[in-house]
């Protein structure tokens, strides 16, 4: 009798055990059918016939009109690596004369330049000035005095079998006093940099006329300007060919020419124009 009661109790304890559990699941089935009752259908806040305005106004998401893939990845100037080094060499030469930083200017023709490199300008009517690195440096360094505000860009590089061409777009402004100024205070004592750096206008100017590149319209009007005194705003295109050889890889060669793209005054205020 004994062990009987006892198999009823632990019958009794299994059967509320499982009665717990049922009740226990449908419990949360009836909290899922809660919830799902509960759950609403996002609103997209674009309506047909809304303006962009509107939708933004609404808190709509900004679209997205470019191809690319939203990315905050900032892009930086290249790096040196060793291998292709010498491709980078007109975007560094570039960065080097923006920031006006001779040191690593000089740093940067040390290695990659020969020690015997010439460094040509085509100027006028295909006459070529050529000079030597201690030159370059100098005229580097007075062609900064004189246009501080010229920025050069970079726009396209490729390699031909020794060669490296680039094409590079320069803005900078030819200011008269400046010129004046450096000859009277700084003169400078190279003769081969002092005759890319005149004083005189119409023969600065003169310099840019290729007679074989220019358009006539271009010609015009660095012959209009040639006898003013106010601030010209000069746009450009310099083509930059690089000449290294196969066995060094050092540049042995700098081919720079300057193609005058567009030239105009300065729109500055005058005094009387401020003062009225």
């Not at 009752?37 to 998401?61: C, D, F, I, N």
């Not at 209009?224 to 310099?238: G, I, N």
Request: aromatic letters at 8%; hydrophobic letters at 35%.
């Amino acid at each position: 009798q004994f062990s009987y009661l006892w198999f009823i109790v632990v019958e009794d304890d299994d059967t509320s055990q499982s009665t717990t559990a049922q009740f226990s699941r449908g419990t949360k089935g009836s909290k899922g059918v809660a919830k799902k009752s509960v759950h609403t259908k996002k609103v997209s806040p674009y309506r047909k016939g809304m303006t962009l305005r509107q939708a933004l106004a609404e808190g709509a998401k900004k679209p997205n009109m470019s191809r690319r893939s939203p990315s905050n990845v900032l892009i930086a100037f290249p790096v040196f690596d060793r291998c292709d080094s010498l491709v980078y060499i007109p975007t560094t030469l570039a960065r080097l004369t923006n920031s006006d930083d001779m040191v690593g200017l000089k740093k940067l023709l040390t290695t990659y330049m020969h020690k015997d490199c010439v460094f040509s300008f085509h100027i006028n009517i295909g006459n070529v000035m050529d000079f030597n690195q201690k030159s370059f440096l100098q005229l580097m360094a007075v062609s900064n005095t004189l246009e501080p505000d010229r920025i050069m860009c970079v726009h396209s590089t490729k390699v031909v079998e020794n060669k490296i061409r680039a094409t590079v777009y320069v803005k900078l402004t030819d200011n008269q006093y400046l010129y004046d100024l450096m000859s009277r205070t700084k003169p400078v004592a190279d003769p081969m940099v002092a005759s890319l750096c005149l004083q005189d206008r119409a023969a600065r100017l003169k310099l840019y006329v290729h007679d074989e590149l220019l358009p006539e319209n271009i010609k015009q009007e660095l012959a209009a300007h040639s006898d003013s005194t106010k601030d010209l705003s000069m746009y450009m295109q310099c083509d930059i060919v690089l000449t290294f050889d196969d066995m060094t890889k050092k540049i042995t060669r700098l081919e720079m020419t300057y193609l005058v793209t567009s030239i105009h005054p300065v729109n500055t205020p005058q005094l009387n124009d401020a003062s009225s």
